[in-house]
């Protein structure tokens, strides 16, 4: 080989050296260096917006059509060098972003991947996982016993059965069924059953007390738990024994006060009394009466420490074995409270620092802040009420020479409402004031 053939190949692999050290500085290196690898990572999670400041998870239920949003993170940023990123559901492509909100209007289970691909054809992914499903539906009209059965006996066994529709036909369905006493029938109402099912229906073979009242009620889950919108709640009553009857009823009353003493007693239709209790009721308290002969009654309801209601008269014929429930007995005070000058005066009362007036009220308690005072239209807070007395301190009217007038408003529990007005005699007459 000569020397100027050595030569040239020593140039050429010079230069192959130099473009290669050249190569090695250029923009790729910045991305990616051997000596000091970058940690990749993704990170995928469903939100309520695209907004991923958002509330995250990586599972989540959702209705046939609703919207789902898809987000991701990637470490150490989106900008870094990828080959491909995409999601996938149920393994088939989905959308080609980052971020994408859709509707999935298929039920059932679903999962979902974020694909990232990096810049070396490694695969990195995140896994979501969606249950699509529809609420079942709960036929609240029509089950059996009907709401309000009378007659069952007290021994037999008593078959509840409802009516479900699961719309997407593939979900276990929970039943909660609770069988109890009725409230307000029994003084301390016992639960029966209290159980989850797996079936629209049951049977109860324990038996009930005869001329009972009971209520039951059914509310439905799917497996995702999806309520059904509708619950039922029925009631039924059991027979008497030889022919015997019993009353169930409600009683509303017209005070604000939280409960009241009430006085019933019952009359059959030989004029014998065949019930006298007094009870604390609230409003819409129930009551129930039992055993009773078929007969023709009365029933007579007063409120026991307020004569300002009204006395309740209601009258009934009742069959052999039902258990009968009566309209809502009303308790009503429609009279106002009654406002009196102290001394026993008609309508004129004479001057004094503090005038003195009596407020009663026999439909419950009057209060202070229920009262008004005015005198000639100015309102006056000077006043305190206690006992059924009014005490009202007057400004200084002591060299009056005309006559004034106060007004007393105040009213009840039942929200019956009194204004009294009274005249204030002159203190002295016009004369005097002047020689003064």
Same mark, same amino acid.
């Given at each position: 080989?000569?020397?100027?053939?050595?030569?040239?190949?020593?140039?050429?692999?010079?230069?192959?050296?130099?473009?290669?050290?050249?190569?090695?500085?250029?923009?790729?290196?910045?991305?990616?260096?051997?000596?000091?690898?970058?940690?990749?990572?993704?990170?995928?999670?469903?939100?309520?917006?695209?907004?991923?400041?958002?509330?995250?998870?990586?599972?989540?239920?959702?209705?046939?059509?609703?919207?789902?949003?898809?987000?991701?993170?990637?470490?150490?940023?989106?900008?870094?060098?990828?080959?491909?990123?995409?999601?996938?559901?149920?393994?088939?492509?989905?959308?080609?972003?980052?971020?994408?909100?859709?509707?999935?209007?298929?039920?059932?289970?679903?999962?979902?991947?974020?694909?990232? *691909?990096?810049?070396?054809?490694?695969?990195?992914?995140?896994?979501?996982?969606?249950?699509?499903?529809?609420?079942?539906?709960?036929?609240?009209?029509?089950?059996?016993?009907?709401?309000?059965?009378?007659?069952?006996?007290?021994?037999?066994?008593?078959?509840?059965?409802?009516?479900?529709?699961?719309?997407?036909?593939?979900?276990?369905?929970?039943?909660?069924?609770?069988?109890?006493?009725?409230?307000?029938?029994?003084?301390?109402?016992?639960?029966?059953?209290?159980?989850?099912?797996?079936?629209?229906?049951?049977?109860?073979?324990?038996?009930?007390?005869?001329?009972?009242?009971?209520?039951?009620?059914?509310?439905?889950?799917?497996?995702?738990?999806?309520?059904?919108?509708?619950?039922?709640?029925?009631?039924?009553?059991?027979?008497?024994?030889?022919?015997?009857?019993?009353?169930?009823?409600?009683?509303?009353?017209?005070?604000? &006060?939280?409960?009241?003493?009430?006085?019933?007693?019952?009359?059959?239709?030989?004029?014998?009394?065949?019930?006298?209790?007094?009870?604390?009721?609230?409003?819409?308290?129930?009551?129930?009466?039992?055993?009773?002969?078929?007969?023709?009654?009365?029933?007579?309801?007063?409120?026991?420490?307020?004569?300002?209601?009204?006395?309740?008269?209601?009258?009934?014929? *009742?069959?052999?074995?039902?258990?009968?429930?009566?309209?809502?007995?009303?308790?009503?005070?429609?009279?106002?409270?009654?406002?009196?000058?102290?001394?026993?005066?008609?309508?004129?009362?004479?001057?004094?620092?503090?005038?003195?007036?009596?407020?009663?009220?026999?439909?419950?308690? *009057?209060?202070?802040?229920?009262?008004?005072?005015?005198?000639?239209?100015?309102?006056?807070?000077?006043?305190?009420?206690?006992?059924?007395?009014?005490?009202?301190?007057?400004? &200084?009217? &002591?060299?009056?020479?005309?006559?004034?007038?106060?007004?007393?408003?105040?009213?009840?529990?039942?929200?019956?409402?009194?204004?009294?007005?009274?005249?204030?005699?002159?203190?002295?007459?016009?004369?005097?004031?002047?020689?003064?």
């Amino acid at each position: 080989m000569t020397f100027k053939r050595l030569l040239t190949l020593i140039f050429v692999a010079m230069f192959c050296w130099i473009a290669a050290l050249c190569g090695c500085t250029q923009s790729d290196d910045v991305i990616f260096n051997e000596s000091d690898p970058q940690f990749i990572n993704v990170n995928a999670f469903f939100s309520k917006s695209l907004d991923s400041s958002t509330y995250s998870i990586k599972s989540d239920t959702i209705h046939p059509g609703d919207s789902i949003v898809l987000l991701t993170s990637v470490y150490p940023s989106k900008a870094i060098r990828s080959k491909d990123y995409f999601w996938t559901k149920d393994g088939d492509f989905f959308a080609f972003e980052y971020n994408c909100k859709k509707a999935i209007y298929d039920p059932g289970y679903h999962q979902f991947n974020f694909v990232f *691909i990096d810049y070396f054809g490694d695969t990195l992914t995140d896994t979501l996982h969606l249950y699509v499903g529809s609420a079942p539906v709960l036929d609240n009209e029509n089950f059996i016993p009907a709401n309000n059965t009378q007659y069952i006996g007290a021994n037999e066994f008593v078959n509840f059965a409802w009516n479900l529709y699961d719309p997407d036909s593939m979900w276990d369905m929970s039943h909660h069924f609770v069988l109890k006493e009725a409230k307000g029938f029994y003084k301390d109402p016992k639960t029966l059953v209290d159980t989850v099912l797996h079936a629209a229906n049951f049977t109860y073979r324990k038996g009930f007390k005869p001329l009972g009242m009971y209520e039951w009620t059914v509310s439905v889950q799917n497996e995702l738990k999806q309520r059904a919108q509708d619950s039922i709640k029925g009631t039924f009553t059991t027979a008497g024994i030889q022919g015997e009857a019993g009353i169930y009823g409600f009683i509303n009353h017209s005070s604000m &006060e939280k409960s009241i003493n009430v006085h019933l007693w019952l009359v059959n239709s030989s004029g014998n009394m065949v019930y006298d209790d007094t009870v604390s009721f609230t409003k819409n308290s129930p009551f129930s009466i039992k055993p009773l002969d078929p007969d023709e009654y009365t029933l007579y309801t007063m409120a026991s420490d307020y004569p300002d209601f009204s006395i309740d008269t209601t009258e009934f014929k *009742i069959p052999a074995n039902r258990v009968m429930t009566l309209d809502t007995i009303f308790l009503n005070d429609t009279i106002p409270p009654r406002i009196r000058i102290a001394d026993g005066s008609d309508e004129t009362i004479a001057y004094a620092d503090t005038l003195k007036f009596t407020i009663k009220d026999q439909g419950g308690k *009057i209060q202070e802040k229920r009262i008004k005072v005015k005198l000639d239209n100015q309102s006056v807070s000077s006043f305190s009420f206690r006992n059924d007395s009014l005490l009202v301190t007057l400004p &200084e009217l &002591e060299n009056s020479w005309t006559t004034h007038f106060i007004s007393i408003s105040a009213f009840d529990y039942s929200v019956n409402t009194i204004e009294e007005t009274f005249k204030i005699a002159p203190n002295k007459t016009l004369p005097e004031v002047y020689s003064e």
